[in-house]
């Protein structure tokens, strides 16, 4: 379209430098990094030190004597209770209705969070979130999440079995019959694992919308669309292509040093937050390193991380890079025989006990999160009288 002159004329003034309403200027962060927008008890990720802990209990112990019904519990009220369990339900009639209705090249991810929409159309969650409805939503997604994969494949989906935990029904669910037993555990492991971590994007992309006063479906919904971004929840997946790329461990070293010679990213090393081993890791790594049908892959993989590690020490001296989650996440996730697009729905199923504990959290503070952004464009200017 042509440009007249009187539009010609319009380019916009230099931004003032800051508004009267603005003054003293603040300070900005981009990303927020470094910005304390919340308090929480849910959790404590202590970068500097390698730790992870939930309501005070480090993650490793929570792996080796907890189960994720119990560490769910935990997380909504503070409580450590040896009678807290969390089975798996039926999916209810309108959310399998809609599942029948995805046609089946649809993204697992769009699949869950449809679910959880569906959910909360049907059952209408009130403001402020509750523990019964945290509970609810928690033990329904991995069925909806298995039902979609077996209707994908031209399959019915199948009724939990309430006596497994929610991650062996998953798993039953997914393959039409109970899992093996150890199976069952390493997913629940990996379940524990991902429950929570602080105000990472999704998690804080729910407490945002609760901060409105809106309800626990849609702001799941909304930390589920956050956590598909490659940058979140998209890791693991890439750790197999990673290591089938490699192939064996005497090729590691030139493979590494080629990758960050082009300046690509190892993927499952580095952390925005950790300077340690990230402790999901190591307790990923010991639950991998119990399953048997991983002895073969898990070899070359802590192979491979040991020559990556010696390398970044040497390249990249100045920064700590060390093994993140994702790359034992792979591991468990492969064992217990997930496909590669399942890993970060069943991540986003793991974090569904963080994310409903912050949201109830977040009501309870009954602040809404709204920040500034620093205005950077034209100064004030009249409209041009462009004519009827
Ligand atoms: N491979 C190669 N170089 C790396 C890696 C890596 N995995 N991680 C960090 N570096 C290098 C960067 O190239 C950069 O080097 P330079 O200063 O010489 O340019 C330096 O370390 C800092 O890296 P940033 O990307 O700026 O660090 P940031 O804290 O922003 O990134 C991140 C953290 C995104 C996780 C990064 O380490 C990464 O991309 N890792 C690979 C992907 C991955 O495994 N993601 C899962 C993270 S765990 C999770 O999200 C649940």
């Not at 919308?209 to 626990?216: E, Q, Y």
């Not at 490659?230 to 292509?241: I, Q, R």
């Amino acid at each position: 379209m042509a440009t007249t002159s009187e539009e010609a004329t319009t380019s916009a003034p230099e931004a003032p430098a800051a508004s009267a309403a603005q003054k003293p200027e603040r300070p900005y962060s981009p990303g927020l990094e470094g910005v304390i927008a919340a308090e929480t008890a849910v959790g404590f990720v202590d970068g500097q030190n390698g730790r992870l802990l939930y309501r005070g209990y480090p993650i490793g112990q929570l792996v080796e004597k907890g189960t994720y019904g119990r560490v769910a519990e935990l997380l909504w009220t503070g409580e450590w209770r040896k009678s807290a369990r969390l089975a798996p339900v039926p999916v209810p009639e309108p959310v399998m209705c809609a599942l029948y209705e995805l046609p089946s090249h649809t993204h697992p991810m769009d699949a869950l969070r449809t679910a959880v929409s569906v959910w909360g159309a049907w059952r209408r969650p009130h403001w402020p979130p509750t523990v019964d409805q945290a509970r609810e939503l928690t033990a329904m997604a991995p069925s909806a999440l298995a039902a979609f994969h077996r209707l994908r494949n031209g399959l019915e989906p199948v009724p939990p079995n309430p006596k497994l935990s929610l991650a062996g029904g998953f798993l039953q669910q997914l393959n039409g019959k109970d899992p093996d037993p150890a199976a069952a555990r390493a997913l629940d492991a990996y379940f524990i694992v991902g429950a929570e971590h602080g105000l990472n994007a999704s998690t804080f992309t729910c407490r945002v919308i609760i901060s409105t006063r809106s309800d626990l479906a849609s702001a799941v919904c909304g930390a589920i669309g956050a956590l598909k971004g490659p940058l979140h929840g998209g890791a693991p997946a890439e750790v197999v292509s990673q290591l089938h790329e490699i192939g064996s461990p005497d090729r590691a070293e030139k493979w590494v040093r080629e990758a960050i010679a082009r300046g690509d990213k190892i993927m499952g090393f580095g952390h925005r937050v950790y300077r340690a081993y990230d402790p999901r890791a190591a307790a990923l790594r010991k639950v991998a390193e119990g399953m048997s049908d991983m002895a073969a892959w898990l070899d070359t993989a802590v192979k491979v991380e040991d020559v990556v590690l010696r390398v970044f020490g040497e390249l990249k001296p100045d920064r700590v890079i060390k093994t993140n989650v994702e790359y034992y996440a792979a591991a468990v996730l492969q064992g217990v025989g997930l496909p590669v697009d399942l890993f970060p729905p069943t991540f986003a199923l793991a974090r569904m006990a963080g994310w409903s504990a912050h949201a109830i959290e977040q009501a309870s503070a009954d602040k809404l999160i709204r920040p500034d952004a620093r205005y950077v464009g034209p100064a004030e200017m009249d409209v041009p009288t462009l004519g009827r």
